[in-house]
């Protein structure tokens, strides 16, 4: 079979996977199998296919960031526009009996809409998660020296104050944050650590397990899994179910 006629019943495959999503059938990984026949001609059809292939994405991909662009730009020119016809219409437009302001140029007509939003000090909002974890990891370092049970808000308030964090040269710098109860009342943190399952079974990873849950029943474990380790373990421990070690190959295409 000649690379022509290969290469056009390969577009037709790979057509025919597009149409199915991605799915690829049992029938069409038969018909894109490499017998010792047509070894030769198949292997460099199939790797001009994935030049190609490779050579559409890096085009998508540049498109992709293209379009993101465009897309920012013109939203920015919609912003802008909008600015300035919200301040024209401010002061040259008419007024509604609810105080609106309106402008009705015959073909169309425009009015200010007047609304809310919140506006977040990530800065802030970081001092005081940070220094919330900070004090809690102190304390954890002290161990049985330290008798501490919780934290009162004035804690957390003083050491905002004295909140420091390093620069983009590494300098540490202090960023005083004046905060209120209310402000800590109002943030809220999102917490995450990574643990073995064995060591949340029994002792203190039980028993802070138990306190997590009963503290907020709502919370939701998310396994994950550091594959270098458990391929470790794969070659030590014979009784693991939950992966296993197959051969891979890479085809490499300069």
Partial sequence: ?????IQQELLSIFDEIEENGGELTEELEQQLAI???DFRSKVESY????KSVKAD???IDEETKRLAALKKSKNALIDRLSKVIISAIDTFGETTKTGGKFFDYGTGKVSIRNSQKVVIDDDK????????CRAIASEAMMGNASTRKDFTFEDIIQRCKKHVEYDDNGNLENQSYDVTKDDIINTSVEITFK???QALMNGE???LLKQIFMYNSGTSIVPKIDKTSLKNSLKE??????GEIIDNQTLVIK
Wanted: charged fraction near 15%.
């Fill in 1 to 5: 079979m000649n690379i022509w006629k």
């Fill in 35 to 37: 017998s010792q026949e």
């Fill in 47 to 50: 790797t001009n296919v994935i």
């Fill in 57 to 59: 994405i890096a085009a």
């Fill in 125 to 132: 909002i970081e001092a005081i998660s940070g220094e919330l």
């Fill in 195 to 197: 643990e073995n399952v």
């Fill in 205 to 207: 990873g039980y028993n």
């Fill in 237 to 242: 421990i014979g009784d693991i179910t939950i």
